[in-house]
């Protein structure tokens, strides 16, 4: 079963930057599907942030786009997000998975912008 294992999520404030990361633990699945930067807000819903997919074409949600930079280095397994200009509403649990996503998820890294 894949793993996702995500990290650098930390208290910023507005304005600030972070750098998320997500270690894939299948380079099979990591090599061949379009891979998504998720986030969950309490209280709301999961949404789909970043999408990236094997070929390298990027997409966002509207409220970050700009703001926001998916990437992947495949020798590593690994997809980040450059997040900048964090704003009080980006503050959520961040999560990594395919596109569409797959049954597993990881841990989530915790994003919280605050003053």
């Known amino acids: 079963q894949v793993q996702f294992v995500e990290s650098g999520g930390g208290l910023v404030q507005p304005g600030g930057s972070l750098r998320l990361s997500c270690v894939v633990s299948?380079?099979?699945?990591?090599?061949?599907?379009?891979m998504g930067w998720y986030r969950q807000a309490p209280g709301k819903q999961r949404e789909l942030v970043a999408i990236i997919t094997s070929g390298g074409w990027t997409n966002y949600l509207a409220s970050v786009k700009d703001r926001f930079t998916i990437s992947k280095v495949n020798a590593k397994n690994t997809v980040y997000l450059q997040m900048n200009s964090l704003k009080p509403e980006d503050t959520a649990v961040y999560y990594c998975?395919?596109?569409?996503?797959?049954?597993?998820w990881g841990q989530g890294t915790q994003v919280t912008v605050s003053s």
């Open positions: 998975n395919t596109r569409p996503e797959g049954p597993s």
């Open positions: 299948d380079e099979n699945i990591f090599s061949i599907n379009t």
